[in-house]
């Protein structure tokens, strides 16, 4: 039987693929990653695409005459026409289950590296200067007793509700889909209403999708809710806030920081963003861990498997 072809892109570690490599034919690059024009030039000839590092717009897609799925090696999928490729019959599958641990962790590594004001003190510390911590100005939060708002309790958001529960913080959250009465106390989670959310938590963490209906779901009218000592955390997606209202309110003192692994236009950061003391950033780096990477390209493979043997998973445009 002639095995189905698989184009892989991006920087995928191979030795997450290894199954793929066992059950398909797959074009893999071990050196620079295939360009757009190479995609848009051959993708004709492949059954499935591995996606990493382009964007499955419709010129992809077109391109992509013979493709009958398109496995994400992610967890969002905004970069990719799901709608198109509907309409085309090409199935398109994320990678949920592998980004839950890594994302979570970084998550929590901004939480706490915000909110201990990490970023200042070691700048500081770096110019030759010293401070007084005894001075409120300079001074962070105390997790314990503290509120956590989770926008988002999915995988990822019920992760980082434990890792927070661990440090003694009391638990909210919101979402488009409220759990079960019985579910809430088996996690000791508090379902709120979006503006009490962020007029009561102390830090705000954002685990949504982006999506038209939360794009900009932060802004200048819910920073002016929240608490003038609160933090907020993205590793989500960046659109789900507005950069512009986010520096206005860290400049303003609106807000007390922010953690982000996210932006709206990245990689463009904003330097007036950049030059804040009161925010700490990172590269889209929530899965940059090697064992993450790893597991990632496996779930982004099995999909394929999955879907080529009858029994397609995480299809998010079905």
């Known amino acids: ?122 700048k500081i510390v770096r110019n030759g200067d010293w401070i007084d911590p005894s001075e409120r100005r300079y001074q962070g939060l105390s997790l314990e007793g503290a509120t956590l708002g989770i926008y988002g309790f999915g995988r990822i958001g019920s992760t980082v509700a434990g890792f927070a529960q661990a440090f003694g913080m009391k638990v909210i959250y919101n979402d488009a889909y409220r759990l079960p009465e019985d579910k809430e106390k088996e996690l000791g989670v508090t379902y709120v209403e979006f503006d009490e959310l962020a007029a009561a938590a102390d830090v705000v963490t954002i685990h949504a999708p982006a999506l038209p209906s939360t794009k900009h779901k932060f802004n200048k009218e819910v920073f002016k809710k929240m608490k003038n000592r609160s933090y907020l955390i993205n590793a989500a997606r960046g659109p789900i806030v507005s950069e512009a209202d986010l520096t206005e309110a860290l400049k303003t003192g609106e807000i007390a920081g922010a953690g982000l692994d996210v932006f709206e236009f990245e990689p463009e950061v904003s330097a007036e963003l950049r030059a804040l003391d009161n925010v700490i950033m990172a590269p889209h780096a929530g899965t940059g861990t090697i064992e993450g990477r790893r597991i990632l390209a496996e779930e982004a493979a099995d999909n394929l498997i999955q879907f080529f043997n009858g029994n397609p998973v995480n299809v998010v445009n079905k």
């Open 1 to 122: 039987m002639t095995k189905k072809k698989i184009l892989v892109t991006g920087i995928v570690p191979k030795e997450g693929l290894t199954k793929l490599f066992e059950t398909f034919d797959v074009t893999y690059s071990d050196s620079e990653p295939f360009s757009r024009e190479y995609v848009l030039e051959n993708l004709h000839k492949y059954d499935g695409w591995l996606l990493m590092g382009q964007k499955g717009d419709r010129d992809m897609i077109d391109a992509g005459k013979n493709l009958e799925i398109i496995s994400l090696n992610a967890v969002g999928f905004d970069h990719v026409d799901i709608a198109y490729a509907k309409e085309k019959g090409i199935a398109v599958s994320n990678s949920p289950q592998a980004v839950r641990v890594p994302t979570a962790e970084m998550t929590f590594a901004l939480l706490l590296a915000t909110v201990k004001r990490l970023a200042f003190y070691d």
